[in-house]
């Protein structure tokens, strides 16, 4: 099974499954079509959108449960 790391990049991300773009829109991320997307990491796409290195942890952690099946 595939896990998410902060270090890897928003395309990436998406790649793994299609329903990760709901999880990055609903938490603010409006990135997913965005240029930048493409050669920026979770982490940074989480600075810059002004969230503190815990909220980026907090949603790898919540990505990470909707791939194991938790999250629904």
Sequence with gaps: MAKVSKD???SDIISI???IVGILLQAGM???G???STGETLEDAGFVHGFDPQ???QLVEY???YL???VV
């Design 63 to 65: 990505i990470n449960s």
């Design 8 to 10: 890897m990049i928003i």
């Design 68 to 70: 194991e099946g938790a």
């Design 17 to 19: 499954d299609k329903g």
């Design 30 to 32: 409006h990135c997913i």
């Design 34 to 36: 965005c240029h930048a």
């Design 55 to 57: 909220e980026v942890d």
